[in-house]
Every structure is written in C-alpha cells, then in structure tokens.
C-alpha cells in the first residue's frame, strides 16, 4: 500500500460503527487522553505465538474464510486472539501502525500477514500496516528505517516486544512495553499509560492531542 507522506494526530475514540459488539478495543483509545501516534509491533511472539522463520514451512494457504493459514504440513497459523480488535480500533484512531521484526524469514513474515484478514473489516491484515521493517538485526536499524520513512519523531512512538534485548530502542527515545504473553488489549492499555507517563500527558485531554 503507498506510504503516508505526513501522519495526523492520532484521534481519542474509537468511532461506534466501529466498535459495535464485534470488535473489542483497548480502553486506552477511547478515553479521551493522548495517544502516540505510531504504535510499532514485533512479530514472533508478539503479534502471533510462533517464530516464522523456525515453525512456519512454506508454501501458505489460507484457511476458515482467511482467519488463519495453514503450512506445508498442514499446521495452522494465526495472531493471539486479541490482535484482530487491536489492530482495527488502533487504525480507526488514526494511529499509524507498524512492524519491525529482526526475522530471518520476511518473505514469509509478509506473506503470513497478506493470508490472514481481520474482521469485521475482512481486510489483509497487512493492509492495516503504514510501515514494514523485517529484516535480521538491531532493532535501533528499524527504527531508524520507520523514522525516515513515516516523519514521526521517536517520542511520539510506542512499541511493543518480547525480547528485552530490545530494550535498546529507548535510547533513541521510543517507548518499549514488554510483553509475557503476546500482545493483548490489556497489554496495550498498559503500554499507552506508560506512554502517557513517561511523556507527562497522563492528564491533558483529547484538546491536547495536536501536541503529542
């Protein structure tokens, strides 16, 4: 998909057409306080519980109306059961959405993330990404790539992983949140409240969003 030539503010509330009963968003993006306005995502265990480039055996095949994908082995495929409403409601918020995975297999990683769609939207779930870095090395690399290519300052951006190696990427002023077990919406509630702490937006208000 073209890249974004300038990202807007992100905007507090998730739109009701979007939510309904189907979707369920984090309760951070609707509260009327700051958010980031990227929010980058790992991928092996972080937005799916595997390692692509060990457990996933080439060629793909989607499967259950492209709710998940199948290997050669037959062996199935799919994000943590949270990440579909996540990924939707972030987007509805305007938040640019992106990835950066120190991977060997990126060939598989995006192949992987054009089989399965998110519904209700039945998009690609690649569709829902401004930004891909997926290649073996530092993730400070990544960033880098993600910060000239979108505009977006590194304060203005959360990631969430599961390595603490990865940790690193704070020296350039990125927020990292830790995840145990995948990624969640109550992962990411706690990862935009450390947001707002860190950046002191913990009390302005949506009015206040232009400055994030």
């Not at 009963?21 to 980058?40: N, Q």
């Not at 704070?170 to 990862?191: H, I, K, T, Y």
Request: charged share 30%.
């Amino acid at each position: 998909m073209p890249k974004k030539t300038a990202v807007e503010p992100p905007t507090p509330g998730v739109p009701p057409a979007v939510l309904g009963e189907k979707l369920r968003a984090p309760e951070t993006l609707s509260d009327g306080l700051p958010l980031p306005k990227m929010i980058v995502f790992d991928l092996d265990y972080t937005l799916w519980p595997f390692w692509v480039d060990t457990h996933v055996s080439p060629p793909l095949k989607a499967k259950d109306g492209n709710t998940r994908a199948v290997d050669r082995w037959g062996e199935s495929f799919t994000f943590y059961s949270d990440v579909p409403h996540i990924l939707q409601a972030a987007s509805a918020c305007n938040i640019s959405l992106c990835t950066a995975s120190r991977t060997s297999a990126p060939d598989l990683a995006r192949d992987l993330l054009k089989q399965i769609h998110l519904f209700p939207a039945n998009k690609r779930a690649l569709d829902f990404f401004d930004h891909h870095q997926i290649f073996p090395g530092d993730k400070k690399q990544h960033f880098a790539r993600l910060q000239k290519a979108s505009g977006v300052e590194y304060e203005d951006m959360l990631f969430f992983d599961d390595e603490r190696r990865n940790r690193n990427v704070e020296e350039l002023g990125v927020v990292m949140w830790l995840v145990a077990n995948g990624v969640s919406r109550g992962e990411v509630d706690n990862g935009i409240r450390e947001w707002r702490r860190r950046k002191g937006k913990m009390g302005k208000k949506s009015e206040g969003v232009e400055g994030v």
